[in-house]
Structure formats: C-alpha cells, structure tokens
C-alpha cells in the first residue's frame, strides 16, 4: 500500500445530504419527467391535422426535449451518485440519430433493403417511396386487388449510390455546375447515367432482389400459374405521385424477365438523372438529399383490357362524373397516347349509371412477349368494334376510384387492367392536378339555412366532404346490409365497423370517442367521420340524401353539389407536407416505449432506443432510488416503514414530518395521520372500488366479464409503491400492474395553497383499450372539476386553491378511481364501456368511503392482487 | 369595409410555406379572398398596393421583421386586422404588438380553429365599429 491509499483512507467522507435535500432533488427529476411527457404528447398532438405547425416548431421541440432528457439523466446521477453512461450513450444515440433526421440524412437502421408488397402500410411510405406504398395500401388497407410484387427501398437506393461513391459524384458535379450552361447540364446529366449503369449493386440488395423476384415466380408456378412471369419495374420516390406530382418523369421497364431485373433496377435509379427528372426537381426547389428512390418490382398481368380512370375529369363543365378509357391488351400505348380508346362517363353516386359512352373502332392491341418486353397484334374489324369493358365492370372501377379517392384526399387517375379471369388489377394510382386548381375557382355556394341539418355538434376525427345516403346501423346483422357508398348512422362507435369501413364515404355517430378504435380505423381509410354528434340517429334516417362536411362540422339535406370536388381539389393533404413527414420520422426516435416491464432482463439503460424509453427507466430508477436513500439512517430520523392494508398495496411510507403516529405496532391504516394520504386510502378501501366484485345487482351481468377478465389477465404485479408524507403532504407512487399513478397533493386549512396533482400513464394491453381507461380516468377527474390533459394514455389531472373538505373529497374519490382502474383497461372491449363503467363508478363514488360496512371490509380483503 | 357582396381579403405572410400553403385554403373554404406570400419584402410592397381587412404575420423573418411590417401596414392602413403568428412568442413581443396596434396574437402552433375565430372577431369588431359611426347621427335626430 503506496502513503498516497494510506491518506486516502484517511480522508474524511463527506457529509451526507440530508433526505429532505434529496428528496427536493427527486420531485424536481419527476417534474422534469412529466414536462418530458407532455412535450411528447404535445409532438403528437400536431400530427392529428388540427394544428399549424412550422419547421421551426419542430426544430425547437427536438431542442427542448433533447435539454430535458440530457438534465433528467444528470438528475438522477446527483440521485444515485453513478456517471449512468450507458444512459448518456443512449442518449447520445438517439439524439444523433434525431439530427441526421433533421439534417436530411435518413437513418434507415429500422429498414430492410426490400419489402414485400404484402407487408405496405402508412408506416412505410418513406421506405417505399410513394407510388408504390400507395399501391401497398390500396391493396393491404383498401382490399384492391394489385399486382404482386416488392420494393426495393429508399435504403437500398443509398446503399447503392453509396457502394459506388455516387452521392458524393452527384454532389460533386451538381456543385460544379454553374446553374445556367444548360449543355453543360445536360452533359452532366449523360455522365452520372453512364456511371450509374455501369455501377455494382451491392452483394445484399442484389440477393435480395433476386431472392423476392425467385419467391414469388416459384409461388406462382406452385399454384399452377406457368407465366410468362415478366415485372414490370418502377420508380417509387420521394414524393412522387404526392405534391408534386413527378409523372411522367421518372422512368418504368416494362415485360423484364427475372434475369433482366437488376439491370431494370440500374436503369430506374438512372432515370433520376435525366435531364428533364433532374431540372424539374431544381425548379420545383428539391434539395439534391430530398431524392429518396424506392424501386417497385411487379408481376406483370396479361391483360385482356386496360384503361384508365379519372374520378374527376380535367374539364370542370362535367359536372360530377367519372371518365374511363379504355383498349383492349396493355394499357401503355393509351398512357403514351398512340391508340385508340373507348370513352365512358359515368356518374359519380352509386348506382353509377353510364352518362355517355364513346366507342372507336381499335385497329391493333400491345399484349405481352413470353420472351420478354411487347408486341402489338393486329385486330380483325369485328374484334375492333366490340367495346373492351361491361357496365359491371365499369362499376366495379368506379367503386375502386372513389375508394382510392376518399384515401387519397384528392381526385385520382388509376391506371387499372382486367385480366382473362375477368380480375381487375390496380396498377397505379396518383393524384391528379388540374389545369385549373381550386384556389382559383370560387367555393361552391353554402347551401340554404333550411338545409342544414345538424351543425357544430359533436367531435370531428377525420375531415372530408362526403355526398350518399345514410344507412342506419343498429346491430352486428345491419352490418351486411350496408349499401356501398352509404354514410354509416350510429348510435355507438364500434371496432366491428371496419368490416364496411371502406365501402363507407362517411359515418356520423351519436356517442363516442375521437380516440377509440373505430375513430383509428376511419383516419386510417381516412373516412370523413364526426363522433358524439348527440342526436343523429333520430334526426337522420335510412335512405335520405345528406352531405357530410367533416370539415366545418355540418350535416346538409340532399347532395350539395361541388362541394367534395372543392374540398378534394383545395384542401391541403397536410399528411403530404414535408413537415409532417418530418415530424413522424422523428417521434419515431422518440415516443415508442419497449421498456415497459422494469422486473425484465430488458430494462437496461443500453436498451433505451427512444427518449420515452431513458424517461421510463429513469423514473423507476428514481423511485427505487429513493427507497434505496431513505433507508440509509444516517440521512433522517425516520425510516421508511411499510404499511399494512386490507388490500396488498405493497406501500413503503416515509414520514417526514407528523405524517405517521409514533408507534411500534405493525403500521396500519388508523396510524395514517398524513390528512391527504388518509383521505386517499379512504377512498381506495370503500366498497366497489379495489375490490372487483360485484356490489350491485343490477350490475352483475357485465361486472361477470369484469371478474372473468381478471381471472386470465389478473398480473400479480406490483412495483416499489412509496408514499412521502407530512400531515399535510402527499407524494405518492404506485405501479399496479404496468401502469402508474403519481399523486402529489397538499392539503391544509390554508385554501390558497391546497393543491392536487394526478397523474396516470401506461397500461399493457393494446392502445385502444389504453385510451378507453384513460378516457374514462379523464371524464371522471372532470366531473371532478379537474383541469385534464390527456394525450394518449397519459392523463394529467390539476386542481388548486380548494378547501381542506373539497380536497378530501377529492382525494377519496381519486383513491376510488386508482383502485377501481387499475386494470380496466382489460375490461374496456367497447367505448360503451367506458360509458357503463363510468356509471357504475359515479353511484359507487357517490355512496362515500363513510358507508365502508363489514362487507366491504370482507370484499376488500378478498381480491385481486393489480 | 367592404360592401356587402364583396369578400374580406386577407394576406398571409409567412416565410415557412407550410403555413401559408395550409392557411390558405382554410380561409377560401370559409368564403375569404386570400393572398400568401413567403417573403416580407414582397409582402411590403404589397399592401402598399392593395388593401386588406385583415394581414396575418410571421414576427421573425428574413429581411424585413414582423414588428416593422406591423407598423408599416398600421400606417398605411389604421383600420386593416393584424393577426401576429410567432413561433418565439414571448410576453414582450405579445404586449409589442399590441402596442403597435396588432388586433391578435397567436403563439405557433395554433389550430386551424383559433385563427379562423381571431378573424371572425375582426369581422366582429369591425361591425361594431361601423354602426358606431353611424350612430351620432341618429343621436342628433333623437335629441333634436
């Protein structure tokens, strides 16, 4: 041993901090928490549409949040005097990863360098690219029949460009360039084109392509299909089909046989870089990194007709029609212009009756060479004349159209073919732009006053104009009734809606939530939708013609003409904007929670991936923390002492000051002197409430499913429950299965300065339920004149400057409301639930903790361990 | 004002087009005659031009800043509803703008909601302000 560890041990230790110090120092870790959340929830909230935001907004939340999450991690490093490195990594890591995001340099670590066209859905779309996500989407979501096929990905696009160096060669010559010397550019243009053909794709992304390409040829041969398997091989970038509409920009491959595909891929990416792609991107102000280049790979279908369909045609005179053209065989010369084709217009409200049809006499059709690529055919006079498509399937396009529609938010041109099985494929679909676009045509005139039916009443969860006839839906069996087109009339919200969910142009219901399930599936087909509109059941009926303006809230009499075409052609598609794609990306890095269980192997600092996640485990590791300090005795005269209930809370209670009576015995209820503690548990023990049997017998028939539930779900979990007290001071948490509670809470004489705080987060089972509790947790603390904030399922719930009798009715009824949600999520199947349970609750909550008789002693210690 | 049949004209300007580009239709679909411009420089000349009931304005931007477009449009045009949409709202540029005349102050991100209702209310204010003027006149008769 060197003098040098002799005078260390000789050093005198430092004085410990006193608990009370430490303790200010965890309320302000937890404050600091639960400004994280709300920021997290306010992120959120914007990408609901209501809002306007800016690119600002998002630059200085990112900024903010990153300074909360750095200070609550060195919060808890002055609480657990450790450098908590591995969480300053993590944190390290996703903050990185926020400012490549926001730098425009994508990081793709979540992405694979193909994806299944099968596997598209709304959360894919930078991957894939646009056109073919929304191929991905008309067929997953909407239930259209497209093509099979896959997506090499924006990521592979990068690997690509990166395994040859491109990116810095494009860089380096678009740089170069003087801005003006067009020949220079277009020479330029021919350079990086040869470069790009002539590149090697990447050992992985060749394998996966060939591999996708081999797995569905050899699928299709199973099932007996003999081929010729020819792809059709597409652009899908950034943006494409969406704002700026690239049509006709970007280049296709047409009938490529699988060995041809890789050199199909080369010669797509190379398309990016013609002259007339490249300068239409300069002009339309696209930074050089804003080009993200997905590549479809499509089975091409043998046609036997192919056509295309506008559910609004280009001359605004034709009122309310859809245009389909159509020839027989590939549709690539009608697209190109150099055929004749057959004309229809077709009224845009079922039953879609035919307006005027146009037929020419077809000379020749382009169908399919087994050998690969095209040939033309010549067609006798007879074959010519016949139109190619039946008025069945003219509905049936115009059915698909109007889906695509309603999902894009605009009116579409699809490209479309039937097959010889009489099958209609999906081929493309993209928004259309018109010569003339709305912002120079007047709104249409608002209808008469007299033709309002309903306005301002109710919730709007998704905006949209929709022109049908309402159908009425009472139970399960009116569901396969439901006519196509029809606007869905409801009393309830229900989940079991999705089943006509894209046969519906709109749906108005009487009760419900913005945040239930079905409210989730509407956004997702983007129906418009208004919930909780009170009374439109009676006022509407079965048959009658109404249009829905989702929009403003109002309900007209009849088909307000011009009016969806209006919104179609006006609104801004703000899923479509930049930012809001922006904004997605990152709370990508930021909200998603995989630490949810802290008694797993999981929760580890080096697992956090996303901010919720260092938030989450900070927050256990505080309250363990504390625990962990309090029961060092050299900080405080008392020590943390558990408390004994008829229900197995699991409570360790710190008195600070007067909270507790001295005494020995085993601490019980009767010793609690804190006055909010008191109160709380008071409320927790009367009858209904903890307890999960039933108290009424009325009630008995769904509180069975209550018992039922809990009987398979019931987790016996309970986490490090600890309870600070004074005796006028509570600072309580509980984690009663996966979810918690905070409460905070003073209560004195002195009204000025009573205060409680509630708080509720998390739950295990799936979000919908999650919401439900927390929308039953928010009605209840309202009607308990609580300010609420919810988002998501965290609820906050704040009131001050009460009286100490206020504030104890207040904190009965929140220790009511904890025991009796602690695992309602389960429970909650419907949003009529929630609406069931909060009954229940108020006549429990109104019969008050003095009415606590033997039975609901027996009842209390009879339960459930949440 | 304008007369009865004619629309409110409103000019937006906001350097980040995303506000612009989802504004404008918002106040088209509510039967307003709106103009967007993403520059502060354009937008000054602009009003000195035409005339708009009502100028919704970015605080901070390249260029000339909201404070002086402010102060410019109040000189040209004292009656014009100026709307201050800042994203570093503060309490002193709130109370700035009031000072130097704006009608309402939105800190961003508002809802598409609260905009609409400020304009509404300058519609409102404006009305009143009309039948006031009016009002003298039948005053005099009343007590002659």
Not at chain 1, 281 to 294: C, D, N, P
Request: proline fraction near 4%; glycine fraction near 8%; charged fraction near 25%.
């Amino acid at each position: 041993m060197n003098l040098l560890n002799v005078l260390a041990f000789w050093r005198p230790k430092k004085p410990p901090v006193s608990f009370t110090t430490l303790f200010r120092k965890f309320k302000g870790l937890i404050e600091r928490n639960n400004r994280i959340l709300e920021l997290m929830g306010d992120m959120g909230d914007k990408l609901g549409g209501e809002y306007v935001f800016d690119k600002q907004y998002i630059l200085s939340s990112c900024e903010q949040l990153e300074d909360l999450v750095f200070k609550l991690i060195s919060d808890l490093s002055v609480l657990n005097q450790d450098k908590n490195v591995e969480l300053f990594k993590a944190y390290e890591r996703i903050r990185h990863a926020i400012h490549e995001e926001l730098s425009g340099r994508h990081a793709f670590d979540q992405v694979s360098l193909t994806i299944p066209l099968e596997s598209l859905d709304q959360g894919t779309v930078d991957a894939a690219g646009s056109k073919l996500n929304n191929l991905g989407i008309i067929r997953n979501t909407l239930g259209h029949r497209v093509p099979d096929g896959f997506v090499a990905t924006t990521k592979a696009f990068f690997a690509f460009l990166d395994h040859n160096g491109l990116r810095r060669t494009i860089h380096e010559a678009v740089t170069a360039w003087d801005g003006k010397d067009e020949a220079a550019f277009d020479q330029m243009c021919v350079e990086i084109r040869e470069k790009i053909l002539k590149a090697d794709i990447p050992k992985p992304l060749a394998a996966d392509i060939m591999g996708e390409a081999d797995a569905l040829v050899s699928r299709l041969r199973r099932e007996g299909d003999k081929g010729p398997h020819l792809f059709a091989v597409r652009s899908s970038a950034w943006g494409e089909d969406e704002e700026s509409s690239f049509a006709g920009q970007y280049e296709s491959e047409l009938g490529i046989r699988q060995e041809g595909l890789l050199d199909a891929y080369k010669m797509v990416v190379a398309g990016a870089y013609s002259p007339q792609a490249w300068r239409y991107r300069i002009i339309k102000g696209f930074h050089e990194e804003e080009l993200a280049m997905g590549v479809g790979f499509q089975l091409m279908i043998a046609a036997e007709c192919s056509g295309t369909l506008q559910t609004y045609p280009a001359d605004p005179s034709q009122k309310e029609v859809m245009v389909v053209n159509c020839t027989p065989g590939l549709g690539a010369p009608l697209m190109g212009g150099v055929i004749k084709s057959d004309t229809f217009y077709i009224e845009r409200l079922a039953p879609f009756a035919v307006r005027s049809t146009h037929t020419e006499i077809k000379d020749q059709l382009l169908e399919l060479n087994p050998e690969g690529g095209t040939v033309w055919k010549n067609l006798s006079q007879d074959e010519g004349k016949t139109p190619c498509i039946s008025k069945e399937q003219l509905v049936q396009l115009a059915r698909a159209g109007l889906d695509i529609e309603s999902f894009l938010k605009r009116p579409v041109e699809a490209e479309w073919c039937y097959d010889a099985d009489g099958e209609l494929y999906i081929l493309q679909a993209r928004p259309i732009r018109f010569e003339l676009q709305a912002d120079t045509l007047p709104p249409p005139p608002a209808p008469d006053v007299e033709d309002t039916l309903m306005a301002g009443q109710g919730i709007i969860v998704q905006q949209g104009v929709a022109s049908g006839k309402v159908f009425v839906v009472e139970n399960d069996e009116d569901l396969h009734d439901f006519p196509y087109g029809a606007i869905l009339v409801s009393h309830f919200t229900s989940p079991r809606f999705s089943r006509i969910m894209s046969h519906a142009r709109g749906i108005i219901t009487d009760i419900g939530s913005p945040a239930g399930h079905m409210a989730t599936i509407a956004r997702e087909h983007r129906v418009p939708t208004i919930v909780n509109a009170g009374d439109a059941t009676t006022r509407l009926q079965t048959g009658e013609e109404i249009t829905l303006d989702a929009g403003n809230n109002v309900v007209y009499r009849g088909i307000v003409p011009g009016l969806r075409r209006y919104e179609l052609t006006s609104q801004c598609v703000f899923e479509e904007s930049y930012e809001y794609r922006l904004l997605r990306r990152l709370l990508k890095r930021i909200t998603p929670l995989h630490l949810v269980d802290p008694k797993s192997d999981d929760f580890r600092p080096s697992n956090c991936t996303t901010f919720h996640d260092i938030t989450r485990y900070i927050h256990e590791k505080a309250v363990s923390e504390l625990i962990q300090l309090s029961e060092r005795r050299e900080l405080h005269e008392t020590k943390p002492r558990r408390l004994n209930l008829h229900m197995s809370l699991g409570l360790t209670v710190i008195d600070v000051e007067d909270g507790m009576c001295k005494t020995d015995e085993d601490l019980e209820l009767k010793h609690v002197l804190s006055v909010p503690l008191k109160s709380l548990l008071d409320g927790m023990c009367q009858p209904g409430m903890w307890c999960t049997r039933p108290v009424s017998v009325d009630l008995s028939s769904f509180m069975s499913s209550f018992t039922r539930t809990f009987s398979v779900a019931a987790t016996s979990r309970i986490g490090r429950n600890l309870a600070v007290v004074s005796k006028e001071y509570l600072n309580l948490h509980l984690q009663l299965g996966y979810h918690y509670n905070i409460i905070d809470a003073f209560l004195s004489e002195s009204e000025n300065d009573n205060y409680i705080y509630f708080r509720f987060l998390g739950g295990v089972t799936d979000i919908e339920r999650r919401s439900r509790r927390a929308s039953f947790i928010a009605e209840v603390l309202e009607r308990f004149d609580f300010r609420v904030e919810v988002r998501g399922d965290l609820v906050v719930g704040r009131i001050k400057k009460i009286s100490l009798a206020r504030g104890i009715e207040k904190m009965n009824m929140l220790g009511g409301l904890v025991g009796y949600t602690r695992q309602l999520d389960v429970v909650l199947q419907s949003d009529e639930d929630v609406q069931d349970h909060l009954a229940v609750f108020m006549q429990q909550i109104s019969n008050g903790p003095g009415e606590q008789d033997e039975q609901g002693q027996r009842e209390s210690s009879n339960t459930y361990t949440g | 004002m304008n007369k009865d049949n004619e629309k409110v004209r409103i000019l937006i300007l906001d350097d980040e087009p995303i506000v612009c580009k989802r504004l404008k239709p918002a106040f088209q679909k509510a039967g307003y005659d709106v103009e967007t411009l993403n520059d502060s420089a354009s937008a000054m000349a602009r009003i000195e031009e035409a005339h708009f009931d009502v100028v919704i304005t970015d605080l901070k931007m390249e260029g000339v800043d909201g404070m002086r477009f402010l102060t410019r449009i109040k000189e040209i045009s004292p009656d014009t509803g100026v709307i201050v949409i800042t994203g570093f709202a503060t309490l002193d540029t709130a109370k700035e703008s009031f000072r130097k005349g704006a009608f309402d102050f939105l800190a961003k991100p508002f809802k598409l909601s609260e905009i609409l209702d400020a304009v509404k209310r300058v519609e409102a204010g404006r009305r009143q302000a009309d039948s006031a003027s009016d009002q003298p006149q039948d005053d005099t008769n009343g007590s002659a």
